[in-house]
């Protein structure tokens, strides 16, 4: 659609705009914001099925609330284009994602509407208790604090323990459950099988209904609203007795399900829960994809499907300059099949990541050995521990930026006892267009100071198949294996396995002047600009470390003895990272040599391109030749 067609969006550029039409518009208006995110994200790719899902309710809560005095605050936050382009940002929204652009997720620097920064999922709730309970002490009553969450994100402990706190305070929380019976896969676990129960209950809708009829009739009782909560409190109490109800037993009063599609019903029912004081629920139904069709289909494809035609909506894959080579995930799922076939302990772990990470491949050839157990990484770690102490070897694969959840985990569940498992850590170093909160810069650095944990990084493929089966060979302790988001660099990736020494480096290029030390993939960018050394006339020696923990001592010996400039570089944060490893040996053993460290400076990296952070960070091949003329400019 041209920007003219949209009637009513050019018009709105913020709440109090959207405010001013009538009741009965806000259909067309839900349509022509339906319209406009598919009209954007076709063209600048971003997360896609959710915020078409969450349209309607969406404009409810805007038309209803008085944001940003009220707070609205999301979870995850993948789902709030809607949300965004109301909020004053409809003609910046083409920039989402890119370098300086808007940003993909809420972020309470870019807008007074972003209530809280998000990214990671589950955080909705405690987040919003704190407000509610804030604007309490504050006095201010009439502040409305609301939680937007997911059935995904409703997995995840952290949203637990939100509500167990929430149900003991009087604040105004009102919980929006928004619940699509989707994750990025399929949604799983127990908790999904009760939302899908309570919703297809008969005897529940049926008292359900009449609930509803009443408090829709809230309105016209004006003063005697409050007898007719009360009355209502009755019926659903009653309900309640038939049908235990998990939201009600941790004391947040629940109301629902209903059709999240439906705008002026979704509009009725929080003008009336309004009304109603202390900490609740509302279980919205909705469709993840709502109104585009092959998202519909195909919701988890569609959860992020990168530029499509709007039109036909057949994706429009970027042809990679890369070769075709496989996803590195795409390697490890096959590995571990692989692996798993002779090894019979082997078991495969994500926490709701098994298309992203490539897990779903063990989870269809070998289902009982392979487990999706939600957007749970704390749970998946100590479930790998448990596993492990009974003698099994569990492959935990967790993105490098949500295994930040699980830090504890990690200590006192894996490492402190000594647990074979092998963390798989996906997405590791900067992702991208994801942003700040997505970044798996910080795994390196968390990860070598944990004792007894092997801290290890593949530079291809190949290296990642030798590492998978040398972390699974017997007592290797716990093992963790990083790798970044993407295409490797070998078509012929199948190489046959072999065992790699712990804590042996390896040399990809002898040199003279100067030493470059990479640990991960992001030693490719070495291998780059080998004619540009040559051109330079600088001769330089690039060595493919592999470990940061325990580092290549005896390699580093001969390295340091070698050369006086050396330089390290990481995708990953320098404090504490590989670079400070390497600097603590030169410190430890005197050496004098001249050390530059390249990886990322100790601040939070926003979106855009992955190159085009690398460039920001000083690290991308321009950045490298750059750091090797210098150092080796004054010999
Ligand atoms: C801690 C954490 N783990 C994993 C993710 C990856 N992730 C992003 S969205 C999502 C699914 C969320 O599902 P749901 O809350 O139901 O929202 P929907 O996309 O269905 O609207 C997952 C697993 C994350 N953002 N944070």
Not at 46 to 52: D, E, I, K, N, V
């Amino acid at each position: 659609m041209a920007t003219e067609d949209y009637k009513y969006l050019t018009h709105i550029n913020s709440p109090e705009d959207l405010k001013k039409y009538k009741y009965e518009e806000l259909i067309v208006i839900s349509n022509e914001l339906r319209q406009y995110i598919i009209d954007i994200v076709s063209d600048n790719p971003g997360h896609f099925a959710s915020s078409l899902g969450v349209v309607e309710l969406t404009v409810a809560l805007h038309y209803v609330f008085n944001t940003p005095y009220d707070k609205l605050v999301w979870d995850v936050g993948h789902q709030a284009y809607g949300h965004k382009i109301l909020t004053g940002r409809r003609d910046n929204f083409c920039t989402n994602r890119q370098l300086g652009g808007v940003c993909g997720f809420p972020s309470i620097f870019e807008s007074k509407y972003d209530a809280f920064g998000v990214g990671h999922s589950s955080t909705s709730i405690s987040a919003a208790l704190g407000m509610a309970v804030s604007a309490c002490l504050r006095g201010e009553e009439d502040r409305h604090v609301v939680a937007v969450i997911g059935d995904g994100a409703m997995t995840g402990g952290l949203a637990f323990e939100g509500m167990n706190n929430a149900g003991v305070q009087k604040s105004n929380l009102l919980v929006i459950l928004n619940d699509n019976n989707m994750s990025i896969d399929p949604n799983v676990g127990a908790l999904n099988q009760y939302l899908l129960d309570i919703t297809t209950s008969k005897t529940y809708n049926k008292v359900k209904d009449e609930v509803w009829n009443k408090l829709g009739k809230i309105k016209k009782f004006g003063p005697n609203t409050r007898a007719f909560i009360q009355k209502i409190e009755g019926s659903i109490k009653s309900l309640i007795m038939k049908q235990s109800n998990l939201f009600e037993s941790m004391n947040m009063r629940y109301f629902g399900p209903v059709n999240g599609h439906d705008v002026n019903q979704l509009v009725t029912i929080l003008e009336d829960l309004k009304d109603i004081k202390g900490p609740k629920l509302l279980h919205v139904l909705t469709k993840k994809g709502k109104g585009f069709e092959a998202a519909e289909k195909d919701q988890t494809t569609w959860h992020a499907p990168g530029k499509f035609d709007k039109q036909t909506g057949e994706r429009i894959s970027v042809k990679s300059n890369i070769s075709q080579a496989p996803k590195f995930q795409d390697v490890f799922g096959n590995t571990i099949v692989e692996l798993a076939e002779k090894n019979e302990k082997i078991v495969g772990i994500t926490p709701a990541m098994p298309s992203g990470s490539s897990l779903k491949i063990m989870m269809k050839a070998m289902p009982e050995r392979a487990f999706d157990v939600g957007i749970a990484e704390q749970h998946a770690v100590t479930f790998s521990a448990g596993l492990a102490v009974d003698g099994m070897l569990p492959f935990c694969n967790v993105y490098s930026t949500f295994m930040q959840r699980a830090y504890d985990q990690l200590i006192h569940d894996v490492a402190l006892q000594k647990m074979n498992v092998v963390f798989c850590l996906d997405r590791g170093g900067l992702v991208g267009d994801d942003g700040a909160t997505h970044h798996g810069v910080f795994d390196l650095a968390y990860m070598r100071i944990v004792p007894n944990m092997i801290v290890s990084a593949p530079m291809d493929e190949s290296e990642l198949r030798n590492l998978m089966y040398t972390a699974q060979l017997p007592d290797k302790g716990p093992f963790s294996i990083r790798y970044p988001r993407g295409r490797g660099v070998m078509p012929n990736w199948k190489t046959e396995m072999k065992e790699i020494k712990i804590g042996t480096g390896r040399i990809i290029k002898e040199g003279e002047d100067i030493a470059i030390l990479s640990i991960g993939a992001i030693g490719d960018l070495v291998s780059e600009l080998k004619d540009d050394f040559e051109k330079e006339n600088i001769s330089v020696a690039h060595y493919d470390m592999r470990f940061v923990k325990p580092l290549d001592e005896k390699l580093l010996h001969q390295i340091f003895k070698k050369f006086d400039y050396i330089m390290t570089l990481e995708d990953g944060v320098i404090q504490g990272g590989f670079g400070s490893a390497v600097l603590e040996f030169k410190n430890e053993n005197n050496y004098t040599s001249k050390v530059n460290r390249l990886g990322i400076p100790d601040e939070f990296i926003e979106h855009g391109t992955q190159r085009e952070l690398y460039h920001i960070c000083g690290y991308d091949t321009e950045g490298i030749l750059k750091t090797v003329k210098e150092m080796t400019k004054t010999t």
